[in-house]
């Protein structure tokens, strides 16, 4: 049996992905994309060979599930006509960029029968689950502190119109670490402490941010989620993570299975190991054919949305700590 799914919205940076990976997937028939912008999902579509079409409604009675990359403000609207129609929903992070939606979204998260899941591609990463293997077992004791990093480029664009994206590098880059200290610490938070700046481009929109997660066991992590990779850097940024325990520390680079090749270009990353979007679409796919839950599910979502959010509250308080 192969799964009839389709994009809604072009928008995001992660949608050529989502596409190669279902149709390299034999589990999926991919149908097409509908976006409100017809010219960018005319393009995308030529460059899929696939179809694109202007109806929402018309996309959604083609196929049996969706995968979101619209713009984050837009996600609850369509995580909302999927449950409407009644379709498995893939949604890009973060899932809710605001309390309101964040509330919103919560009401549909246990809607039965469906397959309601976030895109967090960073638990398929074969170094992590090795990671977490460790942790797991001991290895290193008892979790103290967590310095990690999920730094990139500005993606500009709608990224940076905090109408369309909620903020800007905190909201777009916290929430991925975010979820991997839930996986690794429990979800147990105390509070949020935050700081951002935007000392790079000097517009009104974060391009750096500093992040403090208080655990209720005492444990804390700090989180950069900085826009402040050059465009010449080596790839399009990192996820790292030093963990310390009570008898050892693990350092965590995500994607350090990459070669490297320098040219009169500069040097460029070639490979990162395992496709881990491929993986990610394909454990959605699973989910609906072995009718269990996702390796990340809607409210994984809203609890690393949750950490972006209360990172945005103390902001607003001159950087004091959020309640949780």
Known sequence: MSIRVGLVGAAHVHAPSFISSLQGNPKAEFVGIWDDQAERGEALAAQFDTHYTADLGTLLGQVDAICIASENMRHLEHLKAAVKAGRHALCEKPIAPNADHAQQIEVLADSPGLVLATAFPCPFSPNFTAAQSRVENGDIGTLLAACCTNQGRCPFGW??????????????????????????????????????????YGQQ???????????????????????????????????KLNLVGEKGVIELDLFSQGASLTGADGMKTIGTGSNLDALMVD????????KRPPMSTLRDGLWASQIAIKAYESVSQSGQPAAV
Do not use: C, K
């Open 159 to 200: 990224f940076t119109d905090p109408a369309l994206s909620g903020g800007g590098a905190m909201i777009d880059h916290v929430v991925h670490v975010a979820d991997l200290l839930r996986r690794l610490f429990g979800p147990e938070v105390a509070h949020v402490q935050a700081q951002i700046g935007n000392g790079h």
């Open 283 to 290: 454990d959605f796919l699973s989910a609906i054919l072995d």
């Open 205 to 239: 929109w974060d391009d750096t941010a500093m992040v403090t997660v208080g655990f209720d066991s005492g444990a804390f992590a700090s989180i950069d989620s900085s826009w402040n990779r050059p465009d010449a850097y080596h790839t399009w940024g990192n996820v």
